[in-house]
Structures are given as C-alpha cells and as structure tokens.
Nanobody
Framework: QVQLVESGGGLVQAGGSLRLSCAAS????????RAWFRQAPGKEREFVAA????????YYADSVKGRFTISRDNAENTVYLQMNSLKPEDTAVYYC?????????????????????WGQGTQVTVSS
C-alpha cells in the first residue's frame, strides 16, 4: 500500500556530500516511521537513520552520527538523507523503508524487521 522510490545516489569523492530522496505514494497518511538502511556487497543490511512520524524523533547509527541527517518535507511524503563528510566505508546501496505499524519501542524503528515497505535502492559510491 506504500510505494517508495529513492533517488540522488552517485559517485562522490571522500569528504564530499550527497542528498538522497525517498518519495512515497499510496497510504502515506498512515505512516508511523521512515528510515534509511544500506547494504554493501557481502554485508548484512544495516541501519543508517530513522524518523518516527509522531514528534519527528530521529535516530542514527553511530557510524553516521554527526555526518548524516534525516529530514522530511512539509507534505510528509518525501524523506531525505543529507550525507556530509562521506567516507569510502559509506559505499553501499541505500534503501528507503516505511512502516504503517505503530510500535512503542525505539528498537523497532532501527531494525530492518520493523519495516514493511522498501524502495529498490540507490547506489552510493565514495572514492578515496
């Protein structure tokens, strides 16, 4: 019931910046959380950043804290990931995720199992 499309990925040098966008359509009025995950070849999909819709609480992986920022537009149907001071280890396919399920505990919003809807991903490559 929710469709997600990521954009904004590409190739950037270390220290550079990119902004990813995730446009949502469908039953977006029921959203309780939006998030970004990433997956490098041979690695598990890992949490990057998340936002709870009520109150706009945000959460970040320690590896990106202080460098990445998750935000949303006024219509609350597009989520962004501003990535600054990029490092080669940030190279991965970045996925947008959404959930229409309410969960009280924060850990549900920082794990892949907490999300029902996923975009197809956008490649981010950071060169040294």
């Amino acid at each position: 019931q929710v469709q997600l499309v990521e954009s904004g990925g590409g190739l950037v040098q270390a220290g550079g910046s990119l902004r990813l966008s995730c446009a949502a359509s469908g039953r977006t009025y029921a959203t309780h959380g939006r998030a970004w995950f990433r997956q490098a070849p041979g690695k598990e999909r890992e949490f990057v950043a998340a936002m709870r819709w009520s109150g706009g609480n945000t959460y970040y992986a320690d590896s990106v804290k202080g460098r990445f920022t998750i935000s949303r537009d006024n219509a609350e149907n597009t989520v962004y990931l501003q990535m600054n001071s990029l490092k080669p280890e940030d190279t991965a396919v970045y996925y947008c995720a959404a959930t229409n399920s309410y969960r009280r505990d924060t850990y549900y919003y920082t794990g892949a199992s907490g999300y029902s809807y996923w975009g197809q991903g956008t490649q981010v490559t950071v060169s040294s």
